[in-house]
């Protein structure tokens, strides 16, 4: 089970920290990625991080100011957020890869097997 929070209505420019929490699983054998779905736009993917976090993968838009991480004593996975843009409103998901010991630079959605529920981020003046 994977449980996405920490969303919230920001202005344009401001940070923000996602935070998704995993149970259920050896969380620390698992990578996990990020993934939005702005309104009336398809899911894109955001981010992706190792089982042991210590590779990680953007999609262009975000790189730069996003930065993914994890803590595995906690079962966590992090998405800071900031130099917020309109555009980056969205629902937020994390999804589990589904295999052990994957890293992928893909998105595909057929490649992860437990999402968790998305938390809003809204981003206006």
């Known amino acids: 089970q994977l449980q996405a929070s920490g969303g919230g209505l920001v202005q344009p420019g401001e940070s923000l920290r996602l935070s998704c929490t995993a149970s259920?699983?050896?969380?620390?054998?698992?990578?996990v990625g990020w993934f939005r779905r702005a309104p009336g736009k398809e899911r894109e993917g955001i981010s992706i991080?190792?089982?042991?976090?210590?590779?990680?993968y953007y999609r262009n838009s975000v790189k730069g100011r996003f930065t993914i991480s994890r803590d595995n004593a906690e079962n966590t996975v992090y998405l800071e957020m900031s130099s917020l843009k309109p555009e980056d409103t969205a629902a937020y998901y994390c999804a589990r890869v589904g295999l052990k010991f994957r890293f992928y630079t893909n998105f595909s959605r057929q490649l992860y097997d437990y999402w968790g529920q998305g938390t809003l981020v809204t981003v206006s003046s």
């Open positions: 259920g699983f050896t969380f620390d054998e698992y990578s």
């Open positions: 991080i190792s089982w042991r976090g210590d590779r990680t």
